[in-house]
Each structure stands twice: as structure tokens, then as C-alpha cells.
């Protein structure tokens, strides 16, 4: 299991952008599926982005958030982003990023159980 911190999160207004990190603790984080879930008030954890753990890096996104979000990855830096463009109100939630090893990415997005370890949550606020 690796050990997952998110930051970058915080208020920003309609339209504007914000990019989050996760860093991960180990020295196998390039093994490891990492995606990005999201939940906001009242709501049920939602999938947002992955990418996959092998030297294609894969992604797969909800389409809520296509065209707008991107996620990335650093093996060398044992760090994970997505960096958030064109933000919604819709878009506040607090955002997990989480891991899981071996995982792979294809056309149906993962489950939050596909995932073993996950960060503390970073919030991001949406609004003006």
C-alpha cells in the first residue's frame, strides 16, 4: 500500500483553473493505477479521472468532466495530478485521489473499490 497526500485545492471563481497534487509515499508508485474521485455535499463519491500504471498511461475520464480536466502522472516525482480548467459550481466537491496496483484502464471507468489506499480529501470550492 502507498501512502496518498492530495493538495492544490481551494476557492476559485467560474471559469478559472486549479490543478491538484497527490503525493505518494514507496518506490513502487509506477506500478499503481492512480484516479481521482470527487464528492460533494449530499452526494455519493463520484469517479473523476485515472490514469493507468503501465508506460502508456492511459487515461479514462467522466464525461462531465472531458475536455476540461487532465490528468497526469510523474513516476519520478511519485506524484499524480489533474489539473482542472474551465471550473463549474458543479465542480465543488472534495477531491480524493487514490491508488491501486496493477489496475488497468479501459473503456468502462473503475469503481471506488478497484482502489486500496486513499489521500485525505482536498477541498475545492467553485464559486464567485
Known amino acids: 500500500q502507498v501512502q496518498l497526500v492530495e493538495s492544490g485545492g481551494g476557492l476559485v471563481q467560474p471559469g478559472g483553473s486549479l490543478g491538484l497534487s497527490c503525493a505518494a509515499s514507496g518506490r513502487t508508485f509506477s506500478s499503481y493505477t492512480m484516479g481521482w474521485f470527487r464528492q460533494a455535499p449530499g452526494k455519493e463519491r463520484e469517479f473523476v479521472a485515472a490514469i493507468s500504471w503501465n508506460g502508456a498511461s492511459t487515461t479514462k475520464y467522466a464525461d462531465s468532466v472531458k475536455g476540461r480536466l487532465t490528468i497526469s502522472r510523474d513516476n519520478a516525482k511519485n506524484t499524480a495530478y489533474l489539473q482542472m480548467n474551465s471550473l463549474k459550481p458543479e465542480d465543488t466537491a472534495i477531491y480524493y485521489c487514490?491508488?491501486?496496483?496493477?489496475?488497468?484502464?479501459?473503456?468502462?471507468?473503475?469503481?471506488?473499490?478497484?482502489?486500496?489506499?486513499w489521500g485525505q480529501g482536498t477541498q475545492v470550492t467553485v464559486s464567485s
Open positions: 487514490a491508488s491501486a496496483r496493477f489496475l488497468a484502464v479501459g473503456t468502462q471507468a473503475p469503481s471506488s473499490s478497484d482502489f486500496g489506499s
